[in-house]
């Protein structure tokens, strides 16, 4: 009889979950920090991408970061797992980015304040295909404003935030959004496309 594979397991229930790695237990922090160590020198030896400290990266994470395109991590960051990500991107610190998203810098980068959190199968592009009805839309150039998110957001699951779009510091976008819009500090944000429909000040 096979012996169960435990580690194995935990090594992906934490790529699926990873705020868990943060409260993990000395013994099995004994192998996981190492293993994230390893994680984390791989995709630096590969990409131009930088991690700060304690951070975890699932390792089916498909993170590509070609020179001028870098990615910058902060401190105490995680990345869950079958999330892409296309530099320019910057993160501050404590940012979370949950399974499935799909981030992608264009030339003018995403930029991401510390302590925001991103839930599953969000989709972040900061650039577009011109639309001239004369030409392919696959051959017409890429415009490329980015896209900046302030400190301390949350963006439910499954949101989708277009090229040029700002979005303030404690801002929430509620679960199926499609933010097409600069989204004011506080906010909270509902629908498709995306509207204000209160404010976090006052759920006190």
């Known amino acids: 009889m096979n012996t169960p594979d435990y580690q194995s397991?935990?090594?992906k229930r934490l790529s699926h979950m990873p705020w868990l790695y943060f409260s993990l237990k000395p013994k099995l922090l004994s192998w996981?920090?190492?293993?994230?160590?390893?994680?984390?020198?791989?995709?630096?030896?590969?990409?131009?991408?930088?991690?700060?400290?304690n951070c975890f990266i699932a390792p089916e994470v498909n993170l590509f970061a070609e020179p001028g395109r870098g990615i910058q991590v902060g401190d105490l960051c995680m990345i869950a797992a079958d999330s892409f990500?296309?530099?320019p991107i910057t993160l501050g610190d404590?940012?979370?980015?949950?399974?499935?998203?799909?981030l992608d810098g264009g030339r003018?980068?995403?930029t991401i304040g510390d302590q925001t959190r991103i839930a599953n199968n969000v989709t972040i592009y900061a650039f577009n295909h011109g639309m001239h009805p004369d030409q392919p839309i696959y051959q017409q150039s890429?415009?490329?404003?980015?896209?900046v998110i302030g400190k301390d957001v949350w963006i439910g699951a499954q949101v989708g935030i277009v090229d040029g779009i700002?979005?303030?510091?404690?801002?929430?976008?509620?679960m199926g959004c499609i933010v097409t819009r600069d989204v004011p500090?506080?906010?909270?944000?509902?629908?498709?496309?995306?509207?204000?429909?209160?404010?976090?000040?006052?759920?006190?």
């Open 9 to 11: 397991q935990h090594k």
């Open 32 to 53: 996981a920090k190492p293993w994230q160590e390893q994680v984390q020198a791989d995709f630096m030896a590969l990409e131009t991408v930088s991690f700060g400290e």
């Open 85 to 87: 990500l296309h530099g």
């Open 94 to 102: 404590e940012v979370a980015i949950n399974h499935g998203c799909s």
């Open 108 to 110: 003018a980068g995403i």
């Open 142 to 147: 890429v415009t490329s404003e980015g896209v």
């Open 166 to 174: 700002t979005i303030g510091d404690s801002a929430v976008i509620g």
């Open 185 to 204: 500090n506080y906010a909270i944000v509902a629908g498709n496309p995306a509207r204000v429909i209160g404010d976090r000040r006052e759920k006190v």
